[in-house]
């Protein structure tokens, strides 16, 4: 099929006026001699902006929670969390989903990051990927979807092809869908179990959805991974007793995070971890559980990792 110049044209009239229903993409008057500010000013400007973007995500709170408890009860079942979307919300997806496993220990498999155009993209701007809900079906369709699995659209406009693509194929194969958005009404949170709309208002620059929309969509995906992690018992207390010990600082980490949570001695740290192969939730129960290398692995696996449960049935 061919397409005309008229065809073209009639396209992009169609798509500028529907971003310009878009809280997103409005135009500020106000800032349109912002330029002509000096460097000082713009940044309080700046400052001024970002400072009401955690309010807007508070109004959202309670969405957010239920979209969390779901995505947990799914992945304590074996189920995986997939971001996917284009651009700035693809890479902060992409970027949420690749500390999971330094800080919490997770398989790469756990916590997926889809991009709009592949790993590319994270650089380099891929054409036209992002308008295609086929990409993002075909992107999913490589994972293998199963109704444990949960996807998560990002998208600043909320109607953004590749995301909103991602969702509707994710529902439809039975799997948990959270679609999150920076404007009302978007297609996307309609398309998604549960719809997180943080509505941000107008950017600095117009249409510049890096700034305020990048910042909220970054404070939700947080609280996502973060609060999933909790739930699923990849922390004790605020102690990251899942962190993968992979360099020197993350080494001495680990160590700080044993004394932390036992207050034991230098020389009882050292031992633990080795009786435990450098496992920091092992070697505290070790600690505070008295028990030995092998029956801490075994009361964690009994506990589904939970190191509190563990705990409690070492000393029971």
């Not at 919300?89 to 997926?112: I, K, M, Q, Y």
């Not at 590749?162 to 529902?171: F, L, P, Q, S």
């Amino acid at each position: 099929m061919t397409f005309s110049t008229a065809d073209a044209s009639s396209n992009h009239h169609s798509l500028r006026a529907e971003l310009e229903t878009l809280t997103t993409e409005a135009f500020r008057p106000e800032l349109s001699q912002i330029d002509r500010l000096s460097t000082l000013e713009i940044a309080k400007i700046m400052n001024a902006e970002d400072a009401t973007v955690p309010t807007a995500v508070a109004t959202q709170l309670p969405r957010i929670a239920a979209a969390i408890d779901a995505v947990a009860e799914r992945m304590s079942r074996g189920g995986r969390l997939i971001y996917a979307g284009a651009g700035t919300a693809g890479r902060l997806g992409v970027l949420d989903a690749s500390e999971c496993p330094p800080t919490f220990n997770t398989d790469p498999s756990e916590v997926v990051g889809l991009i709009a155009g592949g790993p590319s993209a994270m650089v380099t701007s891929v054409e036209g990927a992002e308008d295609s809900k086929e990409l993002a079906e075909a992107d999913l369709k490589e994972l293998s979807l199963t109704p444990d699995d949960t996807v998560v659209g990002v998208s600043a406009s909320g109607r953004t092809p590749y995301a909103v693509g991602a969702v509707e194929h994710a529902r439809a194969r039975g799997a948990l869908t959270i679609g999150l958005s920076c404007n009302a009404h978007s297609a996307l949170a309609a398309a998604a179990e549960h719809g997180i709309e943080i509505v941000v208002g107008p950017e600095l620059l117009t249409g510049s959805t890096r700034l305020k929309a990048g910042t909220a969509q970054k404070l939700v995906l947080n609280m996502l991974s973060t609060i999933t992690m909790i739930r699923l018992g990849k922390t004790y207390g605020n102690l990251m007793v899942d962190v993968r010990a992979s360099n020197e600082k993350l080494r001495a980490r680990s160590r700080r995070i044993v004394a932390l949570a036992t207050g034991a001695s230098d020389e009882e740290i050292e031992q633990a971890l080795a009786a435990t192969d450098g496992e920091v939730k092992n070697a505290i129960l070790t600690i505070l559980g008295g028990v030995d290398g092998p029956t801490a692995a075994r009361l964690l696996e009994e506990s589904d990792g939970h190191l509190r449960a563990a705990l409690a049935a070492s000393t029971g």
